[in-house]
């Protein structure tokens, strides 16, 4: 199965309100902190500077990634498994994990 093909259109369990915000605000915040790095990069800071700026997004992404990862597992993967549609689940998710060890 392709990355950009899916299983599922929606998820099994709709994301609460609280946890849609959760997410969008981490992602304002990543947004915030790569506007900040084209703005360093625009006034010509130092290298080493930048460099822990891209590592700080770098670790905020893994951290939204690994949270939608956690909220897929303990429902849309648990819900496949039990309507005996796991196994193309799995494989879905694994596929997904590959791009992100890249």
Do not use: W
């Amino acid at each position: 199965m392709n990355v950009n093909e899916s299983l599922h259109q929606h998820p099994s369990k709709p994301r609460s309100k609280d946890e849609i915000q959760t997410t969008v605000n981490r992602l304002k915040r990543i947004e915030g902190q790569v506007r900040g790095i084209q703005k360093m990069i625009e006034e010509d800071r130092y290298c080493v500077d930048v460099l822990v700026q891209i590592s700080a997004i770098n670790a905020a992404l893994k951290k939204v990634g690994y949270s939608i990862t956690e909220r897929h597992i303990k429902h849309c993967v648990s819900d496949a498994i039990l309507s005996g549609d796991g196994d193309e689940t799995i494989e879905e998710l694994m596929e997904v994990m590959k791009q992100f060890s890249k």
